[in-house]
């Protein structure tokens, strides 16, 4: 089994600047695409982010430019950093990886970090 371990999150002002970190328990991400996703009270589980095995990355329309997916594969972790804030990003961010194949085959989620954002 993996487990993700999530930091990083609080309470920021609007324009303020934030980093998530998604630690994994071995050496996956170098083998498997990564993605951050939110979910904000009362709405559906929402893609922010992804980064590919080949660093390639992508970000919903709501957070590009101001979001930035990166991973050290060295560290086993992912990071989200998230700058100029509004207090629509205010939700519980969850970091994600699906294995597609092995005996960890299956989709796994970090605990989740809660970001609030106040103006």
């Known amino acids: 089994q993996v487990q993700l371990v999530q930091s990083g999150g609080g309470l920021v002002q609007a324009g303020g600047s934030l980093r998530l970190s998604c630690a994994a328990s071995r050496s996956i991400f170098s083998n498997n695409d990564c993605d951050w996703y939110r979910q904000a009270p009362g709405m559906q589980r929402e893609l922010v982010a992804t980064?590919?095995?080949?660093?390639?990355?992508n970000y919903a329309d709501s957070v590009q430019g101001r979001f930035t997916i990166s991973g050290d594969n060295a560290k086993n972790t992912v990071f989200l950093q998230m700058n100029s804030l509004k207090p629509e990003d205010t939700a519980v961010y969850y970091c994600h990886i699906f294995i597609p194949n092995g005996s960890d085959w299956g989709n796994y989620w970090g605990q989740g970090t809660q970001v609030t954002v106040y103006s």
């Open positions: 980064i590919t095995t080949r660093g390639t990355t």
